[in-house]
């Protein structure tokens, strides 16, 4: 997920937002709703995106379904409530069905997220999220990235005994996992249909 940093610019400028380096979950309220924002941190950003992004995210949140626990839904493009310096928006988060009618939904209820890489966004999910989620005690993160040329790449974290994340497995084959719950996601279909929209804009 994420835009380009400049485009982030231009619309903050277009929306006379203000001009803060240290931003709160308070002054989020103070935003435009149809805003699409993050809060990492302090730091504001405005993801961007593409529709690729977003059907991956709805394919991974059908994958997540078969063998989910009976009162966890995973669901895609959710934010979620960690601290009031931090409100982040994943890709695909399972969720417990007690916080299903509301947004942010707090963090505790989310027993996996998902993020999506973006050319622009590899830092914030690699590096800057991992801190955010492990500080707040996500035992599970995944991160896929559709950007490698070998096929895309799930990688998994989880929680070493720092409490910081350590990087579990990184694949672009089939994953078959129990944790954190029997799940089986289709990597190689998600490459497929990858090349499948790449092949589309090559022709266009």
Known sequence: MGGDPSEEKLMTAALRLPDKRDW???DLAS????LRYELIDGRLVLPSPTPFQRVLGYQ???MLRPNCPATYVPVPDLSL???CRSELRPDV???HERYMTRSPVPIDGAMLVVEIISPTS?????YAKTRVYAAARVDDYWV???TFGEGVELTIFRPGRSGEYEMTLSTNKALDTDVPYPITIDVPALTALRDKYLAARDDA
């Open 122 to 126: 590899r830092f914030q999910d690699m």
């Open 31 to 34: 935003l435009p709703e149809v």
């Open 93 to 95: 988060v399972v969720v």
């Open 81 to 83: 409530d960690i601290d």
């Open 24 to 26: 709160t979950v308070e």
């Open 60 to 62: 991974l949140a059908t």
């Open 144 to 146: 896929v990235d559709p």
